[in-house]
């Protein structure tokens, strides 16, 4: 059957189009790939159908019923834990923080979610610096993020650094739902969260050894009503 490999480190080109036989294990596509690209896929690993693939799963295995094309997706392991996952803010520890206005191009958020990344695009203006991508409003798969078309560095349009970090919520509505693995646990906990920010914004912020394993992370953002101080003092 026929296999879409997407990858969103430049280093390892564009897509991939494969042959594979679906009683193929995911070890012998990750060799096939390997030829492909002429690199190791040490430290990245496949998912297929929003699951992460397994070496010794067949491909089969990780398929829908009558699937006619598969698309595998190529991501970066989750740096320790010893888990596949996703290795991101623990989203717990979050800073109020007001507008600035001295804040750079590169630094511009937009109403809803935004993070942070570093530009890849030799001929930004912020080539190798931290940069903003402006998500949004909108529901947010996370751990799916750098793969889609509203990733990208605010100041020159490009993909940047399919690691992201410290997600800034502003001026919004937002739920956070997710699985994550607990430090030295085996079983996932569920998280959820939920709040508003009203014309503020709020970032979450860890220092690097209170990052969590992510199994699953979703943002969702709405757009708070043009008055919505108004609500708020109603309510009251
Ligand atoms: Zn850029
Ligand atoms: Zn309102």
Not at 95 to 111: F, H, P, T, W
Not at 186 to 212: C, L, M, T, W
Request: hydrophobic residues 35%.
């Amino acid at each position: 059957m026929k296999i879409i490999v997407q990858f969103l480190e430049q280093k390892l080109g564009k897509n991939l189009m494969l042959e594979c036989e679906p009683s193929e294990t995911i070890q012998n596509i990750k060799k096939k790939i390997e030829l492909q690209v002429n690199l190791s896929l040490e430290g990245f690993c496949l998912k297929i159908n929003q699951q992460y693939a397994e070496d010794e799963q067949t491909l089969s295995s990780c398929l829908n019923e009558n699937s006619q094309v598969c698309v595998i997706r190529v991501f970066k392991k989750a740096i320790g834990g010893g888990g596949i996952g996703f290795e991101f803010n623990s989203m717990e520890n979050s800073i109020q923080k007001d507008y600035s206005l001295d804040a750079g191009e590169q630094n511009i958020i937009v109403d809803g979610l935004n993070v942070d990344s570093e530009c890849q695009n030799t001929s930004c203006k912020f080539y190798n610096q931290k940069v903003t991508v402006q998500l949004g409003i909108g529901t947010f798969n996370m751990v799916d993020l750098c793969f889609s078309e509203n990733y990208l560095c605010c100041v020159c349009k490009q993909k940047p650094q399919d690691l992201f970090q410290n997600p800034i919520m502003n001026n919004c509505k937002y739920e956070i739902s997710g699985r994550y693995l607990p430090d030295g646990k085996k079983n996932y906990e569920i998280f959820k969260k939920s709040g508003e920010i009203v014309k503020q914004y709020i970032v979450f912020e860890d220092a690097q050894n209170e990052k969590r394993l992510w199994h699953s992370l979703i943002v969702k953002t709405e757009r708070l009503c043009l008055t919505h101080q108004k609500c708020i003092e109603e309510k009251i």
